[in-house]
């Protein structure tokens, strides 16, 4: 996907999106993930279109937009990765497991590598709980994390 | 007759490797040329031997597990397809102690079968429930859900029947059945698990709901975080409308009932339900005042039944087996059974449906079989991130609304995450706090700014800068946000907090300086 989409077509292909499931009860959030789909966050310059085709203020849609943890205002890197740090991955040792994933991939939460490569995001709860600690690397679940499975990760983003 | 070999496609499991086993079996098959069926099940819940496969033999199922690729070539050498020895042999499913211990109504059949296929469904039972529904008066159908006792598995504990019949009551033009599937607590798997493995008893749940109560449309809004369980439940409603489960004549009757899946975004808050139903709307997640009930104005107005997974998932053996069948498990006011999810720091984690009754330390000690680490248990936290601590001197509390209730404590979504000797209960607590100022929906006062306060004198008890007046200054805030928040989130915060500050005081001691440099 190139790096910067001229602003007439996301105006497009958004309206495309939003002509698809403008009928939908309540179509606000399915119109966002098909958006974030799309492009790979929510661009600015979908929220015009979204706001008319709807009938509502563009206020009220940034609002619902930056209300969500899941949109994003940029493009994540290539892979996403997120681990678990709620209590149950807490008390099979997350911390350490976040510490030793931002050490070897060098960045923090919320972060991507500079290679564009991967970015590091905290979760809480991916269900998993019986599995901890858990992470999801591109909607794949992995579970019961140990060194090895942390170094295949890293080496699998990298690739 | 083809054997045929189980492997779960639950994200459970799938997390354990089992992608991987299947891949290995499929193969191994290939190069010997034995025929057989791949079945993808979802699980049973006990994750500890995840992934768990099962082959159908001659004398009835035999599982292995935890089967790794590694042991595949060793299971065909000892003619596993027979059920033939080997170092994983766990013998027949149902007789595996985790499993043979529990009583299963809700979870009768998950992890059985193939989750889509609607024939297995109804060789097991599936659909007898709403058969009997389509033949009753909606009021019935209400009272026989009243009578059973259930009481609203998502935390709350409010009966279910009485719920209903407000809907039923009020008159309007639609009405909605809303399932909660944005299951946020850590330590809970039951929503995940049913929608993956056996997604059929909760569309059969909604429908019932739809005709008791006079609605006509549902939503089930999950979680972003449960991927998995989406694809099933969306490729689980085609398959119910094709077969005439859902649309406008439910198995022929003149009941009308359709659904849709709908995903969340990421917002933790959105498990609670006026929130939800603001997400629905296609709203920012912000929690209502109630009054008005959701009951009489909910989803874009209309009178709405908003219900937990389980909840709705507990209904179909209702209507089959009867109120009284279902009452007669459990205790006092806790009736019928509840799918308690061991997780965390525990030997045997998994899911374990059993009525209500069982102490905490039966469940951590017996079932749980401690610690994985195999250290000292120190603290469970029952109900996830809004839920109390307990410590092992009140493992005698049975599992039951309101003897947990009376300790200080909630069973919410009955998660329980065990957790060793090693654990501070100062960060837990003040994770607790941390998590309220992350998921905040911001428009109540005591959780926005209580939160962040909270974590703010917490880490100054933890740099043992006036930790007792600091102490009192937490219990206070504490105080606030239990009494001045609008919902859940902000309100039951405390429980952790307080929990962690009474039963585990000594944590909360000023640390050595080396440490409190940290």
């Known amino acids: ?159 | 007759m083809i054997p045929r070999i189980y492997i779960p496609g639950d994200s459970g499991a799938l997390a354990l490797g089992a992608e991987k086993v299947a891949k290995a079996i499929a193969k191994e098959l290939a190069e010997r040329g034995v025929e057989a069926k791949i079945v993808r099940n979802g699980s049973r819940g006990a994750y500890f031997l995840e992934p768990m496969v099962e082959v159908a033999t001659a004398n009835g199922r035999v599982a292995y597990g935890p089967v790794k690729p590694a042991d595949v070539k060793g299971l065909f050498d000892c003619g596993f397809l027979t059920g033939g020895h080997h170092k994983r042999w766990l013998g027949a499913p149902d007789k595996i102690p985790f499993l043979a211990r529990q009583t299963r109504l809700t979870f009768a059949r998950c992890g059985i079968n193939d989750p889509l296929s609607l024939d297995a469904y109804k060789s097991l039972g599936g659909l007898k429930g709403l058969q009997n529904a389509v033949a009753m008066a909606p009021a019935d159908i209400v009272r026989q859900v009243t009578e059973s006792g259930l009481r609203g598995r998502g935390g709350a504990g409010f009966p279910t029947g009485i719920k209903w019949k407000t809907v039923l009551d009020t008159t309007a033009d639609r009405k909605y059945i809303v399932c909660n599937a944005d299951e946020g607590d850590s330590a809970t798997f039951a929503d995940r698990m049913i929608m993956e493995g056996d997604p059929f008893v909760l569309i059969e749940g909604m429908a019932i709901a739809g005709i008791a109560t006079g609605a006509t449309k549902g939503f089930v809004y999950i979680r972003s975080e449960y991927p998995h369980a989406v694809a099933v439940m969306k490729k689980a409603v085609e398959i119910a409308r094709m077969s005439g489960v859902l649309g406008v004549n439910v198995l022929g009757s003149p009941n009308a009932f359709d659904m849709e899946i709908r995903v969340g975004a990421g917002a933790y808050v959105c498990g609670e339900e006026t929130s939800l139903l603001n997400s629905l709307e296609g709203k920012r997640g912000v929690v209502r005042a109630k009054p008005p009930l959701p009951a009489i104005q909910g989803l874009f107005g209309k009178p709405t039944v908003i219900n937990n997974v389980i909840s709705l998932a507990s209904v179909p053996i209702i209507m089959d087996r009867g109120a009284a069948f279902y009452r007669d498990f459990g205790m006092g006011r806790s009736r019928g059974t509840i799918p308690i999810q061991i997780a965390g720091n525990v030997k045997n984690a998994g899911l374990f449906e059993a009525g209500f009754g069982m102490t905490l330390g039966e469940i951590v000690d017996d079932i749980g079989g401690g610690t994985a680490t195999g250290r000292p248990v120190k603290a469970v936290q029952v109900g996830g991130p809004l839920g109390a601590y307990f410590p092992r001197a009140l493992f005698d509390t049975p599992f039951d609304y309101e003897a947990f209730a009376a300790r200080d404590g909630l069973i919410g979504h009955a998660g329980i995450t065990v957790f060793d000797d090693t654990a501070d209960m100062l960060k837990q607590a003040r994770f607790a706090m941390e998590f309220c100022a992350i998921e905040s929906c911001g428009k109540c006062t005591p959780c926005r700014i209580g939160s962040t306060r909270g974590v703010e004198t917490i880490d100054r008890i933890a740099r043992g800068i006036e930790p007792e007046k600091n102490i009192a200054l937490v219990t206070d805030l504490c105080q606030t946000m239990k009494f001045g928040s609008l919902c859940a989130l902000g309100g039951f915060t405390p429980y952790p907090v307080m929990s962690a500050l009474n039963h585990f005081r000594e944590d909360f001691k000023p640390a050595p300086v080396a440490e409190a440099a940290e």
């Open chain 1, 1 to 159: 996907m190139p790096m910067q989409l001229a602003s007439t077509e996301i105006t497009s292909r958004t309206a495309a999106i939003v002509q698809e499931m403008k009928g939908l009860e309540g179509p606000l959030l399915p119109i966002l993930h098909g958006i974030q789909e799309e492009f790979g966050h929510v661009p600015q310059d979908a929220l015009p279109v979204i706001a008319e085709a709807l009938n509502i203020s563009r206020a009220e849609v940034h609002g619902v937009v930056t209300f969500y943890h899941d949109y994003r205002s940029h493009p994540a890197g290539r892979h996403v990765l997120k681990v678990c740090q709620a209590e149950a991955c807490q008390s099979m040792g997350s911390d350490a497991v976040a510490a030793k994933l931002k050490q070897l991939l060098g960045i923090g939460f919320h972060e991507t590598t500079r290679d564009g490569s991967v970015t590091l995001e905290p979760v809480y709860c991916l269900g998993l709980c019986a599995c901890a600690p858990a992470a999801m690397l591109d909607g794949q679940v992995i579970g019961r994390l140990d060194d090895e499975k942390l170094d295949e990760i890293v080496a699998e983003v990298r690739s």
